[in-house]
């Protein structure tokens, strides 16, 4: 019989027994819904209270174009937002800057300056829809800008939930989108918990992403391992600060890939789960029950579609919403069926939020919480997937932590090996892909022609340039330059950068010069380059 | 025989870049990796420096056609042409017939096999 191994690397059984899960104790390691340690889920009823949000991932071109997209999904029944934003934005550069050529408003929209987050949220009331920011680098940024947004809306500071990722340790790892130091970095991302803590108590201020580095080419396992890793090093951020863990550990939350094996991704967050609620209790000591749960986003994952007949792309999707139901989800996002190629169209958007609502209306896998418990399969599954993540973070604590794993690049080249092992398991089919590497249509090559691929469009760059340049001839000069010297002389000494910066921006400090404030004080990150 | 992989523009995406460049060197091609947001000057100073037969740019950010032609123009201003530029990345079908036109050798669309990449390599570097 043919050997199979789940992507975590251990094998799976052709059946699966009673003996197989004779060593799970009931009530230490599944429990109930709604009860430490969570493996079934973090509520007692889960969707039968209230489906899963559904939040797909848009942004293009200007505020304005990223506008009437958020509003054409609302108005087809998706309830937040997931705001994507251009590679400039990300890296704090204005959309003038030299090194912006070409890159403005071309992965996500474009924000130079408060005003076109203004314009970005116009008609959008932030006291009532719930907007994740994915934004890292510049989040402390960004974050001010979405805050400051919501203040002249008149939304109340306890009505807005905003969810900016503020992950910077898996940029090092996986996506890239560094800027400074690691260890000014992650001074940023303790400054926006620290702050939103105090102030929006209801933001979730940071996201702690498997997602990127599954992404990148990590094993199931190593997603959630280093998931876990980066959270655990976040909290002790904030515990060195002295602020007690209960006072911002309810608001952490999670994003995380379920494409791939349906059950091996189930056994995943269950394991995941209760690692989470154990880790908090026992070594952080945590007492609220909600600084215990890990609440998380289950996304798609782009690298589980193809480019050979795309609509086959929209079953995937079906199935990776499936799985992302049964394992519990608060919040999803599939990637769409043109992803491989471009810029998503309306349309893909549409089939894709369409996917999420027929999974939770149509499906039954909403009908009942955590309807895999009980399984054989499952458990044994959850639980050989509980004691791989607990390898896989002991290899991270032997490579000297997360974050000197990260600085050193140790860390970075095991993704990069394991990608390198995941495409030769393509090559040789161990890994099916129907229609590139088994199953072949003869007209495979053929189907890309069907994709309506996304017009960029040129004058985007050269709006979105004369707007910054309006911008800055308007505002109070004199403002902007004190507000951003200010923030140099912070950022020089300890206090909680999120003041200047939301000084800054109200004085409508353009992104470029928030980010160069801090250039000068913490310098650039120099990648490790290893593979 | 020896490779530059670089990564320009300010896309982080290096998944594609780093597989390319462990296969090259499992082919027993010398390879050198420039790390990502590499401006289009400074990958074909590393070029010329390293003494690169060719030069595999990967691109996911879309802004390819413009990252392309500046690396090819720096080549061509330090009288480096005979350096060959591949592309590979999110490249969509109408693109690759204009990437060629600016002289990129090889593109490398959106499910090209590894093994193919890895072909095409080895014998632009033997031709040279």
Same mark, same amino acid.
């Given at each position: 019989?043919?050997?199979?191994?789940?992507?975590?690397?251990?094998?799976?059984?052709?059946?699966? /027994?009673?003996? #197989?899960?004779? #060593? =799970?104790?009931?009530?230490?390691?599944?429990?109930?819904?709604?009860?430490?340690?969570?493996?079934? !889920?973090?509520?007692?009823?889960?969707?039968?209270?209230?489906?899963?949000?559904?939040?797909?991932?848009?942004?293009?071109?200007?505020?304005?174009?990223?506008?009437?997209?958020?509003?054409?999904?609302?108005?087809?029944?998706?309830?937040?937002?997931?705001?994507?934003?251009?590679?400039?934005?990300?890296?704090?550069?204005?959309?003038?800057?030299?090194?912006?050529?070409?890159?403005?408003?071309?992965?996500?929209?474009?924000?130079?300056?408060?005003?076109?987050?203004?314009?970005?949220?116009?008609?959008?009331?932030?006291?009532?829809?719930?907007?994740?920011?994915?934004?890292?680098?510049?989040?402390?940024?960004?974050?001010?800008?979405?805050?400051?947004?919501?203040?002249?809306?008149?939304?109340?500071?306890?009505?807005?939930?905003?969810?900016?990722?503020?992950?910077? @340790?898996?940029?090092?790892?996986?996506? $890239?989108?560094?800027?400074?130091?690691?260890?000014?970095?992650?001074?940023?991302?303790? #400054?926006?918990?620290?702050?939103?803590?105090?102030?929006?108590?209801?933001?979730? %201020?940071?996201?702690?992403?498997?997602?990127?580095?599954?992404?990148?080419?990590?094993?199931?396992?190593?997603?959630?391992?280093? $998931?876990?890793?980066?959270?655990?090093?976040?909290?002790?951020?904030?515990?060195?600060?002295?602020?007690?863990?209960?006072?911002?550990? %309810?608001?952490?939350?999670?994003?995380?890939?379920?494409?791939?094996?349906?059950?091996?991704?189930?056994?995943?967050?269950?394991?995941?789960?209760?690692?989470?609620?154990?880790?908090?209790?026992?070594?952080?000591?945590?007492?609220?029950?909600?600084?215990?749960?890990?609440?998380?986003?289950?996304?798609?994952? /782009?690298?589980?579609?193809?480019?050979?007949?795309?609509?086959?792309?929209?079953?995937?999707? &079906?199935?990776?919403?499936?799985?992302?139901?049964?394992?519990?989800?608060?919040?999803?996002?599939?990637?769409?069926?043109?992803?491989?190629?471009?810029?998503?169209?309306?349309?893909?958007?549409?089939?894709?939020?369409?996917?999420?609502?027929?999974?939770?209306?149509?499906?039954?896998?909403?009908?009942?919480?955590? %309807?895999?418990? !009980?399984?054989?399969?499952?458990?044994?599954?959850?639980?050989?997937?509980?004691?791989?993540? @607990?390898?896989?973070? &002991?290899?991270?604590?032997?490579?000297?932590?997360?974050?000197?794993? =990260?600085?050193?690049?140790?860390?970075?080249?095991?993704?990069?090996?394991?990608?390198?092992?995941?495409?030769?398991?393509?090559?040789?089919?161990?890994?099916?892909?129907?229609?590139?590497?088994?199953?072949?249509?003869?007209?495979?090559?053929?189907?890309?022609?069907?994709?309506?691929?996304?017009?960029?469009?040129?004058? =985007?760059?050269?709006?979105?340039?004369?707007?910054?340049?309006?911008?800055?001839?308007?505002?109070?000069?004199?403002?902007?330059?004190?507000?951003?010297?200010?923030?140099?002389?912070?950022?020089?000494?300890?206090?909680?950068?999120?003041?200047?910066?939301?000084?800054?921006?109200?004085?409508?400090?353009?992104? /470029?010069?928030?980010?160069?404030?801090?250039?000068?004080?913490?310098?650039?990150?120099?990648?490790?380059?290893?593979? | 025989?020896?490779?530059?992989?670089?990564?320009?523009?300010?896309?982080?995406?290096?998944?594609?870049?780093?597989?390319?460049?462990?296969?090259?060197?499992?082919?027993?091609?010398?390879?050198?990796?420039?790390?990502?947001?590499?401006?289009?000057?400074?990958?074909?100073?590393?070029?010329?420096?390293?003494?690169?037969?060719?030069?595999?740019?990967?691109?996911?950010?879309?802004?390819?056609?413009?990252?392309?032609?500046?690396?090819?123009?720096?080549?061509?201003?330090?009288?480096?042409?005979?350096?060959?530029?591949?592309?590979?990345?999110?490249?969509?079908?109408?693109?690759?017939?204009?990437?060629?036109?600016?002289?990129?050798?090889?593109?490398?669309?959106?499910?090209?096999?590894?093994?193919?990449?890895?072909?095409?390599?080895?014998?632009?570097?033997?031709?040279?």
């Amino acid at each position: 019989m043919k050997e199979i191994r789940a992507h975590a690397g251990f094998p799976i059984k052709p059946v699966y /027994g009673p003996e #197989d899960v004779a #060593d =799970v104790d009931f009530e230490r390691d599944i429990g109930r819904p709604g009860e430490y340690p969570f493996t079934r !889920g973090i509520h007692t009823h889960m969707y039968r209270a209230r489906p899963w949000t559904m939040r797909q991932y848009v942004g293009f071109g200007t505020p304005k174009e990223t506008n009437s997209r958020f509003k054409y999904l609302m108005a087809h029944g998706q309830d937040a937002l997931n705001v994507a934003f251009d590679l400039p934005t990300q890296l704090g550069l204005d959309s003038d800057d030299r090194r912006a050529e070409g890159e403005v408003g071309r992965v996500g929209m474009a924000i130079d300056t408060l005003a076109d987050m203004e314009e970005a949220f116009a008609g959008i009331p932030l006291d009532r829809v719930s907007v994740s920011l994915t934004i890292n680098g510049m989040a402390a940024a960004i974050t001010a800008m979405y805050y400051a947004v919501a203040e002249k809306q008149g939304a109340a500071a306890d009505r807005v939930v905003t969810t900016p990722q503020n992950d910077i @340790l898996k940029e090092f790892i996986a996506r $890239g989108t560094w800027i400074y130091p690691v260890e000014p970095s992650l001074r940023l991302v303790a #400054d926006l918990i620290e702050f939103s803590a105090k102030h929006y108590p209801r933001s979730n %201020p940071v996201s702690v992403c498997g997602y990127h580095i599954r992404e990148a080419g990590c094993t199931t396992a190593q997603e959630m391992a280093y $998931g876990l890793e980066i959270a655990a090093a976040y909290v002790e951020l904030m515990l060195a600060r002295g602020i007690p863990v209960d006072d911002f550990a %309810p608001r952490i939350s999670f994003n995380f890939t379920a494409w791939g094996k349906i059950f091996e991704e189930v056994a995943k967050f269950r394991a995941g789960r209760r690692l989470y609620a154990r880790m908090l209790r026992g070594r952080f000591g945590a007492k609220n029950p909600k600084s215990w749960m890990f609440r998380t986003l289950i996304g798609g994952g /782009g690298s589980a579609f193809v480019v050979q007949e795309p609509e086959n792309n929209i079953v995937r999707g &079906a199935y990776i919403a499936l799985a992302g139901a049964l394992s519990g989800a608060q919040t999803m996002a599939l990637p769409t069926y043109d992803e491989a190629y471009t810029i998503p169209s309306a349309k893909a958007q549409l089939i894709a939020l369409r996917t999420m609502q027929i999974c939770a209306e149509e499906s039954g896998a909403a009908d009942t919480v955590d %309807p895999l418990a !009980g399984s054989y399969y499952v458990e044994a599954l959850t639980s050989a997937m509980e004691t791989q993540i @607990l390898e896989e973070m &002991a290899r991270v604590e032997r490579m000297g932590g997360i974050v000197e794993a =990260v600085k050193g690049g140790a860390l970075q080249a095991e993704v990069a090996r394991q990608a390198y092992l995941f495409e030769q398991k393509l090559v040789s089919g161990e890994i099916p892909k129907v229609g590139a590497n088994c199953h072949v249509g003869d007209k495979a090559a053929e189907a890309d022609r069907e994709v309506e691929l996304y017009a960029f469009d040129p004058q =985007v760059a050269a709006a979105q340039v004369a707007k910054l340049e309006r911008i800055r001839r308007d505002r109070d000069n004199s403002a902007a330059a004190r507000a951003l010297r200010h923030l140099s002389d912070e950022a020089r000494s300890t206090g909680n950068l999120m003041y200047p910066i939301l000084e800054a921006v109200r004085a409508y400090a353009t992104l /470029g010069e928030i980010a160069r404030a801090m250039k000068d004080v913490f310098g650039e990150h120099k990648e490790p380059v290893r593979f | 025989m020896k490779v530059l992989i670089a990564k320009p523009g300010l896309d982080g995406h290096d998944r594609g870049a780093k597989v390319v460049a462990l296969a090259l060197r499992d082919a027993g091609v010398e390879v050198v990796y420039s790390g990502l947001k590499r401006t289009p000057d400074e990958i074909v100073q590393e070029a010329i420096q390293e003494d690169v037969d060719v030069i595999g740019l990967s691109v996911l950010s879309g802004a390819h056609l413009l990252l392309s032609c500046r690396v090819i123009e720096g080549l061509r201003a330090y009288g480096a042409e005979e350096i060959k530029v591949v592309v590979g990345g999110i490249i969509p079908p109408r693109d690759v017939a204009e990437l060629r036109k600016l002289g990129v050798a090889h593109v490398f669309p959106m499910g090209t096999p590894l093994p193919e990449i890895i072909k095409v390599f080895t014998k632009e570097a033997s031709e040279r």
